[in-house]
């Protein structure tokens, strides 16, 4: 007699994997992460990965917990049910101040069977330490005040140097302060407690790569536990330091400016002018100039140029141009130029820093773009798939990472597609843009849609200092006919 087949069913977990929530600090407190201002911009991004065996009418709704009150969901139509991930935009005004608890509930093929997810708790912050800058017509932050106990620091200074952080509006405890002097980034230390002064003892030995100069920038900023930063910056002060007498003398920088700015109005266009000088028997006939530009731009990394100058003619000037894109992308930051001089079998000597702030409007980081598709319309989507060419930065390092997106919200609704690619820049030459190539599988998914394409970049830098994720422009590209189109 034939056994009964016994009736199949496919198993659903009980308790589905967490969201994911992409650019949220790990491990802020007893939160699983932090979620900071720049996330909740465009509306916060939440992804759903598949862990259930999808079919169509699957209903996935994002709730906060623990009363299942729904922010966002979707309903998954035929084909859907073959992604792998599902994404969702919150907007910011569904989403309280402090901690949080978020989750999503999979209600199968639309019926009562339904599973909820592990809840992730997560702590929203809005808040930059320092708040508002109350006075942008002066460079630095006006709420952020500190005092160095010496402006000269010289052999004796270098043991015992302190600087005294004071107190800003909307401080907290876990608050980091990230203080820097010339070459030097000092570890960052946590504030003493809210409303208290901050003493920070710098080293011997950080003093010593600040580097020696008349015009040494020292500065701070703050981040707050979740990634808010101050911004801007808190004001530069100039400390002279003088720890070797060996050292040479700085260049240069032959502008008309104030001493220790470069107007790159004024600059208008040409190349940063240096000169170097020593008398002849500092600088005889044979030895060589190794001069270096280092700028640092405001939004993170270094623009770096540099030559080798032969001292033909001793006792007289030598001459070394930046070119003026590399002066110009630092522009809100500052600028290093020093040399080292050379001469086969003998001790290098360096020479001291020559130090300037850059004064003009901030560069922005250029929209990235589709190749070979006029007006930024991808009509018919190529089979091939489609390259993105995302524009040289002049302060681009091989070490930066950056994170290619491209994004759409469903108007009406918080259904998000979104296709990201994430990689560090490596050995591209300078000045040569990078190219990437987003598939035709992940093109068809934003077919008659009008999605945003951007990028943010994130200098090598950036967990051991306090610049932000730096965002491009944004460029709104069609893909395929418009949807009004039948």
Known sequence: MPTKKAKTSEVKPKFLDPLFIPGMSPGVGNHAGGIPKRLLTHGLTVMVYKNWPAKPKDKIQVVLMPGLIVLAEQTLLPGDEANESFAFAI??????????????????????DSNTSNPLDVLVKRTRPA???????????????????????????????????????????????????????????????????????????GIVKAGNGNNRLMSFSVADLVGNVSTPRSRNIPVLIDLDRNTLAPPIINTQDVAGFIDLERLDGKPLHIQLFLPDNLGP?????????????????????????TIENPGRYENFFVPNEKVRACAGGRVEISYLLLKTGLPTRPSKFATAQVVDAIVKLQAPFFLNHT??????????????????????????????????????????????????????????????????????????????????????????????????????VQVGPPAAEV
């Open 91 to 112: 907007p910011d005004s569904r989403l309280p101040e402090g901690s949080v608890t978020l989750g999503y509930v999979v209600h199968y093929e639309g019926g009562p």
């Open 131 to 205: 708040g508002d800058d109350k006075n942008q017509v002066i460079p630095g932050h006006s709420e952020l005040n500190f005092k160095p106990d010496y402006l000269e620091i010289r052999e004796f200074q270098s043991y015992r140097t302190t600087v005294t952080i004071d107190p800003y509006p909307e401080m907290d405890a876990g608050d980091l302060i990230a203080l820097r002097l010339g070459d030097y980034n000092a570890p960052r230390q946590q504030v003493s407690g809210v409303g208290k002064q901050t003493v920070i003892a710098l080293s011997r030995d």
């Open 285 to 309: 006939a044979g030895y060589t100039y190794h001069v270096t530009y280092r700028g640092y731009p405001k939004l993170g990394g270094v623009v770096l140029e540099e030559k080798y100058i």
């Open 375 to 476: 007006n930024h319309v991808l009509n018919p989507i190529p089979k091939d798939g489609a390259a993105v060419e995302i524009p040289w930065y002049a302060w681009r390092n091989p070490t930066d990472k950056i994170e290619l997106i491209f994004r759409h919200v469903l108007p009406g609704s918080n259904q998000v597609t979104l296709y990201t690619d994430r990689f560090t820049v490596g050995n591209v030459p300078e000045g040569i843009p990078i190219r990437r190539l987003i598939p035709y599988r992940e093109l068809l998914r934003f077919d008659r849609l009008t999605p945003e394409l951007y990028y943010v970049y994130e200098p090598e830098q950036y967990l051991n200092a306090t610049a932000d994720i730096n965002e491009s422009d944004r460029q709104v």
